[in-house]
């Protein structure tokens, strides 16, 4: 065991060095240029928290964007996590075909985003010009595409994890709920749903991560129009910091705030899940 430990530091250095390389440095080194003005890294000049207040008093964009992204992201996370978790229930049953219903519902995921974006745009459009519309006529049409092709995006891959979840659960506590004359709901809510609690705070972290950053979909399917009422937030700091000459800074500023928005959000979620886990 003492030889073993002697390696451990040797075992470690890579994943050390690629943690410092790909993330802390980049992370210490864009906090700094949050705080600054500047075109290149060496001619950043401190302005204090001019960045910051900028981002939030020159326009309304960076908080419509904000909510837009709340109210997507709350949307998709429910919707997401109820219709992988009804499959996940489905396709646990030993019926024939559930390994090619597996694969099927899974293979979207596979898709990178701006194709699905430009995929479901065709299909809306499609739809919608028969009416008289297209995706970017109103916000309604984009937020509800969004959501629809963040599903169909994803509901594969949440599945698949609610499905290792679901084939832990003893299968002689749930023979002994039926003996005992419990209903499908009494079983679901008081056996199945604490023994895969695992799996909820995997899915639940996944799916609320994956829905604030969104990016590719978002400037595929409708770029942030109609006048940018359905720009999230990503992409409302790529056109700050790409867009605008000399906003770098404030552009920066944002995707701190970004960043401390969906960790407080994410690690709050994890908190009350892992409570929950370890309340079963």
């Not at 906090?31 to 290149?40: A, D, P, Q, W």
């Not at 060496?42 to 020159?58: C, D, L, P, R, W």
């Not at 169909?152 to 599945?159: D, F, K, L, R, T």
């Not at 023994?195 to 899915?203: E, G, K, N, W």
């Amino acid at each position: 065991m003492k030889s073993i430990k002697k390696y451990f530091p040797v075992f470690v250095l890579p994943t050390l060095l690629a943690f410092l390389i790909a993330f802390l440095i980049p992370f210490i080194l864009g906090l700094y240029l949050s705080f600054t003005e500047f075109t290149t890294v060496e001619n950043a000049t401190f302005v204090g928290f001019n960045n910051y207040i900028q981002a939030f008093k020159e326009s309304d964009d960076f908080l419509n964007a904000l909510w837009f992204t709340i109210r997507f992201a709350l949307t998709s996370v429910i919707t997401i996590n109820i219709f992988a978790f009804i499959l996940a229930l489905l396709l646990t049953r030993k019926i024939w075909g559930t390994n090619l219903f597996r694969t099927v519902f899974f293979m979207p995921n596979l898709i990178g985003g701006i194709v699905l974006g430009y995929i479901w745009q065709l299909i809306i459009n499609g739809v919608l010009l028969n009416y008289g519309y297209s995706i970017t006529s109103d916000e309604k049409f984009g937020f509800w595409g969004l959501v629809v092709l963040m599903n169909w995006q994803m509901i594969g891959y949440v599945m698949i994890i609610y499905i290792a979840g679901l084939s832990s659960v003893p299968t002689d506590i749930l023979e002994a709920a039926k003996v005992d004359g419990a209903g499908f709901f009494t079983t679901l809510f008081r056996i199945i749903i604490p023994s895969v609690m695992p799996s909820i705070t995997i899915c639940l972290f996944l799916t609320i991560t994956n829905s604030f950053k969104l990016f590719d979909q978002n400037l595929a399917l409708t770029a942030g129009a109609p006048g940018g009422r359905t720009k999230m937030l990503a992409l409302d700091i790529y056109e700050t910091f790409y867009g605008k000459i000399g906003y770098e800074g404030v552009g920066q500023a944002k995707a701190v705030i970004f960043f401390l928005i969906v960790a407080a959000i994410a690690l709050t979620q994890l908190v009350l899940t892992r409570r929950k886990e370890v309340e079963q």
